[in-house]
């Protein structure tokens, strides 16, 4: 079984195409939703998050948006989160390849957004970066609800150049031609995959 990162920017369009891989019938693991999954009511998260940062837990599980203000109040505080969040990301993960591999997938996808700020590409056996022209990015980013031009540059900030994340790819796929040019190219990416190239 192939375990391949697929990695992007914000707005990059990698959720759109990690939706087009799980089209092709390829399991596709997605670190944000084990989060989300980890953070809901009586998720893994919740309790320890409590301990750190009571503000940020209402109605039993944790809200995000007051972790986001506390986190931009508090930038020191992301290790104490991380420290918290990636034990229970990687559990999550582990179990998902487990019956990955019981089910006899050929391929399968972790969608890891801070792929190579986390070093993760090390256990892998490709990955896949979604790009955009950077304008296209940017418009698309500043659509999104509550978005302003200073949360975009810091959330980029924080992210490995796009630039350089294309240089350490084994596949690009281009999402600035739409969504039939992306498509065509999560085939061709499957078919390399597949053929062992």
């Known amino acids: 079984m192939k375990i391949v990162g697929l990695t992007g920017s914000i707005g990059m369009g990698k959720t759109t195409t990690a939706n087009m891989f799980a089209d092709e019938g390829v399991p596709v693991f997605g ?4 989060v989300h ?12 998050i409590r301990e750190i940062f009571p503000d940020a837990v209402r109605d039993g599980a944790v809200d ?11 930038p020191q505080d992301f290790e104490r989160l991380e420290e918290i969040v990636h034990p229970l990301v990687q559990a999550a993960r582990a179990q998902f390849l487990e019956s990955s591999k019981d089910s006899g997938a050929d391929i ?4 890891i957004p801070l792929l190579y700020e986390t070093g993760g590409e090390e256990q892998l056996d490709a990955v896949i970066v979604v790009s955009a022209p950077a304008a296209v990015q ?20 924080r992210q490995t150049p796009d630039s350089e994340k294309r240089k350490r790819a084994d596949f690009v796929i281009e999402t600035g031609a739409g969504l039939e040019a992306a498509r065509r ?3 061709e990416v499957l078919a390399a995959l597949r053929g062992g190239h």
């Open 31 to 34: 670190a944000d939703a084990a």
């Open 37 to 48: 999954a980890l953070y809901a009511r009586g998720g893994g998260a919740v309790e320890p």
């Open 64 to 74: 995000r948006s007051a972790l986001a203000a506390h986190l931009h109040e508090n």
């Open 108 to 111: 399968v996808i972790l969608d």
């Open 138 to 157: 940017r418009e698309r980013v500043l659509q999104r609800p509550g978005m302003t031009e200073e949360k975009f540059t810091a959330i980029l900030s």
């Open 185 to 187: 190219q999560v085939h």
